[in-house]
């Protein structure tokens, strides 16, 4: 571990890894839930529950998985063989996630759903909590850790634009039996198997990119542990000892619950409360990522004018709040025009942009704040553990596509918004339920998230104080 500067390389193979993060959750948290509601006409509550069973099982398959690889011995070390050999079973599930076999029940398609996001879930996890990981080993640099965050963001931003962009423009074309092109079944198949090679690529760039330094990485302590899983018990007691972890963990989760509800309900939105057409909505995925990438960018510089990550990241997701919730809100007060106004459309994929800013600049915050809690960590104990911490940062990103979506489900159903209504067929005062329920939970979500990260405690200077404290008492000092 260093606390110089990577070079570039290094940095741009290892965040190709977070590609394949990127795709997984815009095929999650966009088109998944609308899929088997709109499409395959399962409940909205129901494919929610699916889909929040299922990260439930994170919560047990991330600890397990970060404690199993920070003890891992091998010749490729800690983090590389489950990198390596996570990579075809995570493609393989997701494939079938979306190719459900013909003429399911309801509750054959729950079944489905259910089991296939689980498998999805956890392949991904074998790969995604040894990857964060690997981040945090990589540097010790407290400006150097936010620029690598900001990096894996832009990379799963390009995941994103790929799915989101490049599907409707080449998969959900308006068609003219299909005028909003996503509740088109037969466009599914394609759009999977596009997705496939961006997940293989990710993960295998990002792992081979990376094993020349193996031999450089923190090596698994050598000492005697109790079973796995009572060894996972204990490491989880630990991390939850440090107060600053307790706060970021209920802050990214909260985060990613908010972020999973919205994404879910993107379509919903666009296509039902805003009516924009399919060339309407690509220009609003565009909008949104460019907005992002645009904020991931300047997250770096912006950490030398609003110098604790605490607070930049409390200010991103203000801003997000604000100017996602406000267009919804106005629009519901009739205090813009009604959709009839071309003008409305250009200012929901405007604000859309605009918001999305915040988000690029709150989402490396997390990971960054994460990478100084694990130098506490060894502060306190004396080894390094940072799959045991990851695996709350990869829990917290997969809430987006787990239980962002059944507080979506909830919402869809209780507005009354039946499985493949076109547009012209939902009533207004279901349009007036949706609204209302989106965009103050928006507000709500962001709140509870920004109150929780105000207890983070590891400043800038404090973090200085606990690498000078570990050097201190290091064999070559």
Request: aromatic share 14%.
């Amino acid at each position: 571990m260093t606390q110089q500067g990577l070079s570039w390389r290094l940095r741009l193979l290892y965040g190709v890894g977070q590609l394949p993060e990127g795709v997984k959750n815009a095929a999650f948290g966009f088109f998944l839930l609308f899929y088997y509601n709109q499409v395959l006409g399962l409940s909205g509550t129901l494919a929610g529950l699916a889909l929040f069973i299922a990260l439930c099982f994170d919560a047990v398959s991330d600890p397990l998985v970060g404690s199993i690889s920070d003890f891992t011995r091998s010749r490729w070390g800690r983090r590389h063989p489950f990198m390596y050999w996570s990579a075809v079973p995570f493609a393989a599930s997701f494939f079938l996630l979306f190719v459900p076999p013909a003429g399911l029940s309801e509750w054959g398609l729950f079944g489905w759903l259910l089991v296939m996001a689980v498998l999805v879930r956890t392949t991904m996890t074998f790969f995604y909590v040894p990857y964060l990981s690997l981040g945090a080993e990589l540097t010790n640099n407290y400006d150097e850790r936010t620029l690598l965050a900001a990096l894996r963001n832009v990379f799963q931003l390009f995941g994103m634009f790929a799915v989101l962009i490049g599907g409707n423009l080449l998969f959900f074309r308006a068609t003219p039996e299909f005028v909003n092109g996503q509740l088109n079944p037969a466009a599914y198949l394609p759009f999977v198997l596009a997705c496939l090679p961006f997940m293989l690529a990710g993960i295998w760039i990002a792992a081979f990119g990376t094993h020349s330094e193996i031999p450089r990485l923190s090596q698994a302590a050598d000492h005697a542990r109790p079973a796995f899983l009572r060894a996972a018990v204990m490491d989880v007691v630990t991390a939850f000892r440090i107060p600053a972890f307790v706060a970021i963990v209920g802050a990214s989760i909260l985060f990613g619950i908010n972020q999973g509800m919205i994404q879910a309900l993107h379509l919903y939105m666009a296509t039902y409360f805003f009516e924009l057409s399919s060339g309407q909505i690509t220009l609003l995925f565009a909008g949104a990522i460019v907005g992002i990438v645009l904020g991931s960018l300047l997250s770096r510089p912006m950490a030398g004018i609003i110098r604790e990550k605490r607070n930049l990241f409390m200010a991103g997701s203000a801003w997000y709040a604000f100017w996602t919730s406000s267009i919804i809100i106005l629009r519901l007060l009739e205090l813009i025009p009604g959709n009839e106004d071309p003008m409305v459309a250009v200012m929901y994929i405007t604000t859309g942009c605009i918001s999305a800013v915040g988000l690029g600049v709150a989402i490396p915050m997390i990971g960054s704040m994460i990478a100084d809690v694990t130098d506490e960590h060894e502060r306190r104990h004396g080894v390094r553990q940072e799959g045991i911490y990851y695996a709350a940062a990869s829990f917290a990103g997969k809430a987006v596509g787990g239980a962002g979506p059944i507080v979506a489900g909830l919402i869809i159903d209780m507005a009354g918004i039946a499985p493949g209504s076109a547009p012209s067929e939902v009533s207004p005062e279901a349009i007036e339920r949706f609204g209302w329920a989106t965009g103050p939970s928006v507000i709500f979500l962001s709140a509870l998230s920004i109150f929780c990260v105000y207890f983070y405690s590891i400043s800038r200077a404090r973090h200085g104080q606990i690498l000078a404290e570990i050097e201190g008492r290091s064999p070559a000092s």
